[in-house]
């Protein structure tokens, strides 16, 4: 088995691995709440491309780990039934993006805009919210892609090992929940 590609956070406490056979999509997502949890996070330049794009490689679960820093691991909602976005509280920077329980394996681990170990971007999501004209491309392929990886992992059972949930389904981190004004005022204008 071949080594796992290194993530880290800006200030390095907090360490994250990628599985490098992990199969997936590279999409680039332009929406309003991708953006906005980059700028929240105070990452709105650093962490989004030109046009406003996310990189977001979405894989399962089980092809995540972390080997360091699982304590500064924290939980944003932008709503109390938004997405589960993932940081790191040590320094802000953007981890990954599940859906609010394990049973359905997807996570989408959030890449800085000029990561290049996973391939070509595949799919354009959401590009109504981009900041310049973005053409949306490949939306089929990547539900597909997630619903095939979906099921293959409830198939093996690797559905089980998820390092953003706990054994009973809890998440391993109590999230925060943006009020409305957090919100607008981290929206792209």
């Given at each position: 088995m071949s080594d796992p590609y290194d993530m880290s956070c800006?200030?390095?406490?907090?360490?994250?691995?990628?599985?490098?056979?992990?199969?997936?999509?590279?999409?680039?997502?332009?929406c309003?709440?991708?953006?906005?949890?980059?700028?929240?996070?105070?990452?709105?330049?650093?962490?989004?491309?030109?046009?406003?794009?996310?990189?977001?490689?979405?894989?399962?679960?089980?092809?995540?780990?972390?080997?360091?820093?699982?304590?500064?691991?924290?939980?944003?909602?932008?709503?109390?039934?938004?997405?589960?976005?993932?940081y790191a509280d040590c320094c802000g920077t953007p981890i990954a993006n599940t859906l609010s329980g394990p049973g359905f394996p997807f996570v989408g681990a959030?890449?800085?805009?000029?990561?290049?170990?996973?391939?070509?971007?595949?799919?354009?999501?959401?590009?109504?919210?981009?900041?310049t004209p973005v053409k949306a491309r490949g939306?089929?392929?990547?539900?597909?892609?997630v619903l095939g990886r979906a099921a293959l992992a409830r198939l093996t059972g690797s559905y089980r090992t998820n390092p953003f949930f706990d054994a009973a389904g809890a998440p391993v981190a109590p999230p925060t929940?943006?009020?409305k004004a957090e919100r607008d005022a981290a929206r792209p204008h």
């Open positions: 800006h200030c390095g406490a907090t360490r994250w691995t990628i599985a490098r056979a992990a199969r997936g999509t590279l999409v680039k997502c332009y309003a709440d991708c953006q906005t949890f980059a700028r929240h996070l105070g990452h709105g330049t650093d962490w989004l491309d030109a046009a406003g794009g996310s990189a977001i490689f979405q894989t399962a679960p089980h092809n995540l780990g972390f080997p360091d820093g699982m304590a500064h691991v924290a939980l944003l909602r932008l709503g109390p039934k938004g997405l589960f976005r993932w959030v890449l800085q805009p000029d990561e290049n170990r996973f391939g070509p971007v595949r799919v354009w999501a959401n590009t109504a919210a981009a900041r939306i089929a392929r990547a539900v597909l892609g929940v943006l009020s």
